[in-house]
């Protein structure tokens, strides 16, 4: 995910891992410290509630955090670890090989999973890790690495669920997502008025949520982090991006990129994705393979210190447990596992049987905490930089209240290879803003729908308003909304789960039904002809 305004470490905002863009001059600056007086008392007391820390023998924790940990390590036991029993299977769904292409859907398998990867792999993978890494040390990588293993079995829930009660329109599109499992399924395992009338206060509320952040994190941030890096690495305030006009031109040939895709639906956002993704994902793990390899000599001692620092004392917030709590802290905000946001693309597919989503969606955390997280983590400590080093030292010498922006970290070990690794940086940044942007647009188009019909008109108005805040977001940082937007996203986990344990025997239901069908031939490999491709 890359809105990861709590995930610096055990500390709340202000936000200490993202450059910031340059406050706007005259009349903006007026009406965004409007919006932000208005915005701040709103925002400080529900961050205050949602992101509220516990202690835990001497260590803050978040517990919203703590409440999507504990769901993934419940969904693990409670499905027999399917993450690793089934990882073999899941990769099979997502070529296709067990799904015709007339079957009912919109997108294949694997524009499925990269619409939903689109919307978590971002900023928050490069600057994220680079300040967790900062606060609670090398071992910090290895509690993300096990809290995106366990945070693959609530992505299997909650996305068979988004298929099983999806709803399939007269012109053949789909619509998805925690506002429609909540709605149906709630009602459905509690059938009577109370059941019905809490599916469907839960449902609109999700709704309201997601909409929300579709409009402010997943649109107005991403813009306006977007020209920050790009700002940055063309010389800054002297730069070819440094005038006032800059941010307002970049807005709109933005707005320009993104309504493109946006207008065409959920097929036009898969083929987009379907080729983003995987690109993004190889230019960025290419570039930290390379660092890795320059450094080569470094990877046993970093690996040992990443071993080492998971269960000794080391790190800013509060020593090997620390080092834990930031590790699930960035897993948790970075895969949105539990969020229910993943669900609205995945439900999208070309599938009868629902748990084949299920399996096709757990892949997704691996690909966005274990494999990009990490690779961003073992980068960082294999350089070793100065400037990493000195982070930490006056991290700890403030309790933590005084981080280095992470993105900068990230961005000097980068820099120990060649000089310019920084613009390969800001590229990856670049398409990992645009890919989320874009595929929050449809996550808030379908809350959108659900709140206020689905016809052409109302999805038109929605989306000429969504585009035209990519504009308003590359101007205007608006720190509190964005702040208030967050909050909001993880109030909806609250909710969410609270759905998932009370459909998880629907779940089961489905898995085995899938089961049955593979062992008595009933659902066999299709021939490549007839598959639902990449």
Not at 469 to 485: C, M
């Amino acid at each position: 995910m890359s809105h990861v305004t709590h995930a610096a470490g055990v500390t709340s905002p202000p936000r200490t891992d993202v450059l910031a863009a340059p406050p706007p001059p005259g009349v903006l600056a007026d009406i965004e410290n409007t919006i932000n007086s208005v915005f701040d008392p709103i925002s400080s007391w529900l961050s205050s509630v949602v992101f509220y820390e516990v202690s835990v023998f001497g260590a803050d924790f978040p517990w919203i955090v703590a409440w999507l940990v504990l769901a993934g390590i419940i969904f693990t036991v409670y499905f027999g670890f399917v993450q690793f029993r089934s990882f073999a299977l899941a990769l099979k769904i997502v070529r296709g090989k067990y799904t015709r292409r007339d079957e009912p859907g919109e997108i294949t398998h694997f524009q499925a999973l990269a619409s939903a990867l689109s919307g978590t792999v971002g900023l928050g993978n490069i600057a994220g890790v680079g300040v967790a890494v900062t606060i609670g040390g090398a071992g910090a990588t290895f509690w993300m690495i096990v809290a995106g293993l366990l945070s693959m079995a609530t992505k299997f829930v909650e996305c068979t669920l988004g298929v099983k009660y999806r709803e399939v329109h007269a012109d053949g599109t789909v619509s998805g997502g925690p506002m429609h499992y909540l709605r149906m399924g709630v009602a459905e395992r509690i059938p009577n008025g109370f059941g019905r009338v809490l599916g469907r206060v839960l449902a609109a509320g999700a709704a309201v949520m997601i909409l929300f952040f579709g409009v402010a994190g997943g649109n107005m941030f991403q813009a306006n982090q977007t020209f920050a890096q790009l700002r940055n690495v063309t010389g800054g305030e002297e730069g070819m991006l440094g005038t006032g006009g800059a941010a307002l031109a970049f807005g709109v040939i933005l707005a320009l990129v993104v309504g493109a895709v946006v207008f065409g639906g959920i097929k036009s956002i898969g083929a987009v994705t379907g080729r983003l993704v995987p690109a993004m994902a190889i230019i960025y793990v290419t570039a930290c393979l390379i660092v890795i390899a320059v450094n080569i000599s470094q990877v046993p001692s970093a690996m040992g210190l990443i071993i080492s620092g998971a269960f000794t004392p080391e790190g800013v917030a509060g020593g090997a447990l620390g080092a834990l709590i930031v590790g699930f802290q960035r897993a948790a905000f970075s895969n949105e596992a539990g969020l229910g946001s993943s669900p609205i693309a995945h439900s999208a597919v070309r599938t009868k049987n629902p748990a084949t989503e299920g399996y096709v969606a757990l892949i997704e955390p691996f690909v966005d905490t274990v494999i990009i997280c990490t690779m961003t983590a073992l980068t960082i400590v294999i350089a070793g930089t100065p400037f990493w080093q000195q982070a930490q030292a006056t991290a700890f010498a403030s309790g933590g209240e005084d981080v280095a922006d992470g993105v900068i970290v990230t961005s000097d070990a980068f820099a120990t290879v060649l000089p310019w690794f920084p613009y390969v940086l800001a590229l990856a940044v670049l398409l990992f803003a645009l890919s989320t942007i874009i595929t929050w647009g449809y996550y808030g188009q379908k809350a959108w729908t659900y709140l206020f019909g689905k016809n052409m008109l109302s999805e038109r108005i929605y989306q000429v308003i969504f585009c035209l805040f990519v504009i308003v977001g590359s101007v205007l940082t608006l720190g509190s909304v964005l702040d208030f937007a967050d909050a909001v996203l993880f109030l909806l986990a609250v909710f969410n789960i609270m759905g998932l344990y009370v459909m998880a025997p629907v779940v089961k239901r489905e898995v085995a039904e899938f089961r049955r069908k593979l062992r008595s031939g009933e659902v066999t490999e299709v021939e490549p002809s007839e598959r639902s491709m990449l």
